[in-house]
C-alpha cells in the first residue's frame, strides 16, 4: 500500500514538472515578416506632384518657400566623402531653390561633371537620362543673379552658373553649381555666391585631382549619392 501511494505522488510530481517546462520552453518564435522595423520617416514637401515650375512663377514660389523653409545646412556624401556646406539667407532664392531641389531627391546620383585642379569643381548634372527626367518633373526656369551682397568667390565658396543659352543677364542655371578652391575675383558680378563650404574642402580638393579628359570630365565618374538637409 505503502508502494503504491509512493508511486502515485512520484507521477503526480512528474506530471507537474513536465507541465510547468512545457510553460518555460513553449515561447512562439518570431516571424520576420511580422516584426515592425522601425523607419526613418523624411521631411517631404506638400507640393503637389503635378506641379511644376516655370519662369512665369519660380520667383513669387520662391519667394513664399524661404519664408517657410529655413534651413540653411547641407551635406553632400560624395564617392570621396562628405562636404558640408552653410548657405546664406542673404542669397535667399538660391537657397530657398537648393533647399527645394534637396527636399525633392533632384542632386542624389547626379555627378561633378567638370573638375579643374586648384579652381573649381562643377556638379548638378549628368549624361544619366533619369536626372534629364528628375529636370522636368520639376521645371524649367532660371534663377536671377545676386551678386551684390558682399561675397567674394574666394576658396571654399558655392556659386550658381549662368545657363548655357544666350544669356545677358547671367541667369542662373538652378540645376547646377561650382565650389571654388581658389579665390578667383574675376568671377564676381557675374555669378551669385550662395553659401560657402564649412567642412570637407579637402574632399572637394581630392575630387578636383581625378584624371580627366579634355574637356574636364572626370574619366571615372564622381557621383553625389544624396544631399541631406543637415539644419
Same mark, same amino acid.
Given at each position: ?48 506632384? !503635378?506641379?511644376?515650375?516655370?519662369? $512665369? ?70 549624361? $544619366? ?8 518633373? #520639376? ?22 552658373? !549662368? !545657363? ?59 557621383? #553625389? ?7
Amino acid at each position: 500500500m505503502r508502494f503504491f501511494v509512493l508511486t502515485l505522488l512520484c507521477l503526480l510530481i512528474f506530471n507537474c514538472e513536465d507541465k510547468q517546462s512545457q510553460k518555460k520552453t513553449s515561447t512562439p518564435t518570431i516571424d520576420s515578416t511580422q516584426v515592425k522595423t522601425e523607419t526613418k520617416v523624411e521631411e517631404t514637401d506638400t507640393i503637389p506632384e !503635378s506641379f511644376l515650375l516655370t519662369k $512665369d512663377n519660380a520667383m513669387e514660389f520662391f519667394l513664399q518657400y524661404e519664408k517657410e523653409h529655413k534651413e540653411n545646412k547641407v551635406r553632400m556624401v560624395t564617392d570621396y566623402g562628405n562636404i558640408d556646406i552653410l548657405l546664406f539667407n542673404e542669397t535667399k532664392f538660391h537657397r530657398a531653390n537648393f533647399i527645394y531641389l534637396a527636399k525633392k531627391g533632384y542632386f542624389n546620383d547626379t555627378q561633378f561633371y567638370r573638375v579643374i585642379e586648384n579652381y573649381i569643381i562643377q556638379g548638378g548634372s549628368t549624361d $544619366d537620362r533619369d536626372i534629364m527626367r528628375k529636370r522636368r518633373y #520639376i521645371g524649367k526656369y532660371l534663377l536671377p543673379t545676386d551678386t551684390k551682397r558682399g561675397f567674394h568667390h574666394d576658396r571654399g565658396v558655392i556659386s550658381m552658373p !549662368s !545657363s548655357d543659352r544666350e544669356n545677358p543677364y547671367k541667369l542662373a542655371s538652378p540645376y547646377e553649381f561650382f565650389i571654388m578652391l581658389r579665390d578667383v575675383h574675376e568671377l564676381d558680378g557675374d555669378y551669385t555666391i550662395f553659401g560657402r563650404v564649412i567642412s570637407g574642402l579637402d574632399v572637394a580638393d581630392k575630387i578636383a585631382n581625378v584624371d580627366t579628359d579634355d574637356a574636364d570630365w572626370p574619366l571615372k565618374n564622381v557621383y #553625389i549619392r544624396k544631399v541631406e538637409i543637415l539644419d
